[in-house]
């Protein structure tokens, strides 16, 4: 008999955590979080059992996940909370960033995109008194070298799909892909880089974000432009897709005035040294380039 009712239990516990993971309710205390990263602003976990596949298209290869919910959780220091009520515009309701110790957040992944959303968060304090939450979704984010949310798209991904590869390339030291560097008389030196974790082929372009970075002659950063770049790599074109732009007077600024333009790369420039390195690259890396694609 109390073997039965542990079994029962068992169940209805197995049953509510199902329920928990897959509805819109907060997760259950029991919850397994496996570490991802930690500074000295935050550290990141998400649920492992949490993550599951709500939506799949059918291909000739088989289903591909195209929608994909999991829940994370992050802690925070004095310095993480402050800053994350700051950014919530949060700081009438919780003016003691003190008090903010951690927060759930359900979010949900399109991996053809490499987007992530929040669709469910709440903080807490220190003994679990929750603070603040909300069942609005949040601003739709591409995943990129910028953005916070990093190690828990690439930790979800890859347990959808059985896999190591997006945490490694992330966290590979050839991650970044020099394509080609440019020195002026007086110093000045301009360099650019891929970062290929986020490169995508698709149909004849090559698309992905870049980093290019301005010095003088004393190393100082003088510009930098995070670009998302469209690359047609026959004809040897590419075209601004977004991004945004740093200086020491102007800071963090969204780039403007782009015109969706595909301009030519001009032959004996170093540009188009970069050019060739990222079609040597392509040619190399096709099932990395190609990676959860719905098409041929």
């Known amino acids: 008999?109390?073997?039965?009712?542990?079994?029962?239990?068992?169940?209805?516990?197995?049953?509510?955590?199902?329920?928990?993971?897959?509805?819109?309710?907060?997760?259950?205390?029991?919850?397994?979080?496996?570490?991802?990263?930690?500074?000295?602003?935050?550290?990141?976990?998400?649920?492992?059992?949490?993550?599951?596949?709500?939506?799949?298209?059918?291909?000739?290869?088989?289903?591909?996940?195209i929608a994909i919910r999991a829940w994370t959780r992050t802690n925070y220091s004095y310095g993480g909370a402050q800053e994350t009520l700051a950014?919530?515009?949060?700081?009438?309701?919780?003016?003691?960033?003190?008090?903010?110790?951690?927060?759930?957040?359900?979010v949900l992944i399109n991996p053809q995109n490499r987007t992530l959303q929040y669709v469910e968060e709440a903080f807490y304090d220190a003994t679990g008194k929750r603070l603040w939450h909300t069942t609005t979704p949040g601003r739709l984010k591409e995943i990129n070298s910028q953005e916070f949310d990093e190690a828990f798209y690439t930790a979800i991904v890859d347990e959808t799909f059985r896999t190591e590869q997006e945490t490694q390339r992330a966290k590979a030291k050839d991650r970044w892909l020099s394509l080609w560097e440019e020195s002026l008389v007086d110093g000045q030196r301009t360099s650019v880089m891929a970062d290929t974790s986020t490169l995508r082929l698709r149909d004849k372009n090559l698309i992905g974000w870049f980093w290019q970075e301005t010095k003088d002659s004393n190393g100082n950063v003088l510009e930098i432009?995070?670009?998302k770049l469209a690359v047609n790599l026959p004809q040897g074109s590419e075209k601004v897709v977004s991004g945004k732009y740093w200086s020491a007077q102007t800071g963090w600024q969204p780039l403007r005035d782009m015109d969706g333009i595909y301009r030519a790369i001009r032959t004996n420039t170093p540009k188009y040294s970069g050019l060739q390195v990222l079609r040597d690259y392509a040619q190399k890396n096709h099932s990395w380039l190609t990676r959860y694609q719905l098409g041929k």
């Open 87 to 106: 950014a919530y515009k949060l700081t009438s309701l919780i003016p003691n960033p003190g008090q903010l110790n951690y927060s759930y957040a359900q």
């Open 225 to 227: 432009k995070f670009l």
């Open 1 to 65: 008999m109390k073997k039965c009712i542990e079994r029962l239990a068992g169940l209805v516990c197995l049953l509510l955590a199902v329920v928990v993971v897959q509805g819109t309710a907060l997760p259950v205390a029991q919850a397994e979080w496996y570490w991802l990263s930690s500074d000295s602003k935050y550290s990141k976990y998400f649920d492992p059992s949490s993550v599951y596949t709500e939506e799949a298209a059918k291909t000739a290869k088989g289903s591909v996940p």
